[in-house]
């Protein structure tokens, strides 16, 4: 591997640059017409514009992500996170062009890809799932019979889903049927496949994963992290290690979710990610993805191992670089997603240049970001700005960091998610550990007073 395509933007596509360099290889970067001015086209050593602003003219067209590979020269492709990046033809294409791709195999990407037969996968290789469905419901089957073996609350889920999509929440046995079939519907138009399985619905969740890396025949761990601080199914909030989980769960979530990498011959970064239940001390299968994941910082920051160039060598035939006995955890870290967005407006874009910036410093803090003062955040994309992330010797000590950091950082130009982040990190609940998945949502005039 001589030359790496990186067929992303913003803050990944720096962070993925930044090791690239590190390890001697050359970058390429595929740009829409309205990022070729971008921080990220400006570190890449080489640029190519693949189309207009519309993802699905740029970032999401194949042909033209796989002709900028092929014309640049490069012979590889990481896919970072979003856009193509969990998309099993694309991995395929690059693949069958003679090029190598920077993530697992594309029967792998499939295979996960199905949240159904992914949690047949899970149930195999003994990692603990929630009662539900053995696979897709089947279309000729009573509903209703199978939901009461399950019991309600519980939820539809679309087999295809992902990212909080392609899920309903079913109160009542009279709601189920029509549910079901407005699921299917929306499954069918968001993914282009209408199967759907029933799953217990667990209340006031956590959530929590693993972090995992494989070179197919060596599959490791690198600890846990926790996720729960969500707002409408998407994070905004998280931390390694997850804090206060019994260590028999702890060691059977890490443990499992190794032997369904094994499992799976897999190779490169994923995540195995969970619900867990407080209440009744347990944790269960959700989903496994297939690529790098956005909150990836914090597990290096107590491990101290760089995921990314795991995922390079691993992708270069040099195998994973490090055992299990070489992990180890060092204290606490938390991450804060930065978003263009106004809390004080229902959260709506906040698109614009940024004509102040002052990013947190200082030894426990690291900034991923693709903008920088001047930079023009779009309106055509995912809004985060930043991920601003902090370690400490201990939890309180790491959540003091974020504080006193998320204290620093200021921003003119666009709103940002800023102060819904460090009301978060003011909250009682969080320093002790007990909130959920639902906890922006559900907690009285959280947003309102922002």
Known sequence: MQKLLIANRGEIAVRIMRTAKRLGLTTVLTVSEPDKDSLAARTADEVVVIGPAPAGSSYLNKDAVLRAALDSGADAVHPGFGFLSENADFARMVAEAGLTWVGPSPETIELMGNKARARESARAAGVPTLPGTDGPLPKDTDPAAVAESIGFPLVVKASAGGGGRGIRLVERPEDLASTIDIARAEAGAAFGDDTVYLERFVR???????????????????????????????????????????????????????????????TGAGTVEFLYDAEREEAAFIEMNTRIQVEHPVTEMITGIDIVEQQLRVAAGEGLGVT??????????FEVRINAEDPANGFMPSPGAITALTWPTGESVRVDSGFEEGS?????????????????????????????ALADFHLDGVKTTAPLAAALAARPELAEVTHHSTFVETTPHLLEDL
Request: include cysteine; proline fraction near 5%; glycine fraction near 6%.
């Open 324 to 333: 299990q006995d070489d992990v180890a955890f060092d204290g606490a870290a």
């Open 376 to 404: 023009v955040v779009a309106p055509f994309y995912d809004s985060m700005i930043a991920k601003i992330i902090v370690h400490g010797t201990d939890r309180p000590t790491a959540l003091e960091n974020l504080r006193t």
């Open 204 to 266: 006031r969740a956590r959530h929590v994963e693993v972090q995992v890396l494989g070179d197919g025949t060596s599959f490791i761990h690198l600890g846990d992290r926790d996720c729960s601080m969500q707002r409408r199914q998407q994070k905004v909030l998280e931390e390694a290690p997850a804090p206060n989980l019994p260590d028999s769960v702890r060691e059977t979530i890490r443990m499992s979710s190794v032997e369904l990498a094994r499992r799976s011959g897999y």
